[in-house]
């Protein structure tokens, strides 16, 4: 049998941040870059738009996205639940914020313990609540998708994070949402995703993020280069480091979600969501080492097909250019990324890294092959 709970807020040790400098992204949406200097200010507070109260569910909701997700809708005065198998604590205060808010959040957060794989239970667990919306926020295969469906035949609205990584490779950048699909993409779990979407009588929504960064990243993207950076160690980037991607940031991403739900020009479509501008590896390499305060990287080239790695990823993006339009989305919701580049790997740096957290141990064991090999070439 499914149980909600309440959980109640316990006190937490208050936690202060130190102001620091930050850089603006400036210049062309390419890779010419300027820099302004400014009085770093952490930003994220929630700015939420009123709605009529719901009853939403979110698959997942412990780690990353969903940690900001629920905290706008709780602000919103939504009745949220969060799916998780229980593993990780439900919530967790956040970097920056104050002991009252954390417990005001804490007490109205509700908690269903489950495993999404357990279709049964999902099914008899879910239609007993009668949920009004869905946030599907760690969902990858169509299979997971089909019992929350079919649980909730009264649902208003399946909202779903899907990924841009579903495009197929193009000549022809930046990617937009009617652009052709990669059915063999290591996405394609979610592509299948969107097809069960399309084809039930359901109202859906999916958001297709490109790069996302910010506090708490479990994917290691701004946290590769700031490890290697605090260590004042060369940045080894792939071929000529012109490469154009993409990035977007956390609190964007959720705001994004936000703008979706309820909303009728949403219905049954498909919204790439990112930052404004684009960005070169090296260019990336830069503005980590800008928000974190360290001087401008040394960058080496190498040649990837040189070496064998093994198993280990020796860089943290697809080595190719990779970016998408998030036009439809600032037309179409009226949403617009709050966080430029530097400005938002600053609060990133600042509320998580430059605080001594991050996920991943370095590893420097690839950096040490190419950088011995560029050594050997040199002399």
Known sequence: MSKLVVLQPTKQPPISLLSSSLSH???TKLCQIQYKRKVYQPKGALHVAASSTKKILIMGGTRFIGVFLSRLLVKEGHQVTLFTRGKAPVTQQLPGESDSDYAEFKSKILHLKGDRMDFDFVKSSL?????????DIN????????PILDA???????????????YLKSDMLPHCEIDAVDPKSRHKGKLNTESLLESRDVNWTSVRPVYIYGPLNYNPVEEWFFHRLKAGRPIPIPNSGVQITQLGHVKDLATAFIAVLGNEKASKQVFNISGEKYVTFD????ACAKAGGFPEPEIVHYNPKEFDFGKKKAFPFRDQHFF??????????????EFGLVE?????????????TFRKEADFSTDDMILGKSFVLQS
């Open 25 to 27: 992204f400036n210049g």
């Open 127 to 135: 239609s007993a609540e009668a949920y009004d919306v869905v946030y």
């Open 139 to 146: 969902g990858r295969e169509a299979a997971e998708v089909e």
């Open 152 to 166: 909730l035949p009264n649902l208003e609205q399946f909202i779903y994070c899907s990924s841009a990584g579903v």
């Open 283 to 286: 260019g990336l390499a830069k």
């Open 324 to 337: 998408a339009s998030v036009e439809k989305a600032k037309h179409v919701l009226g949403w617009k990324p």
């Open 344 to 356: 938002g790997l600053t609060d990133s740096y600042n509320l998580d890294f430059g605080r001594g």
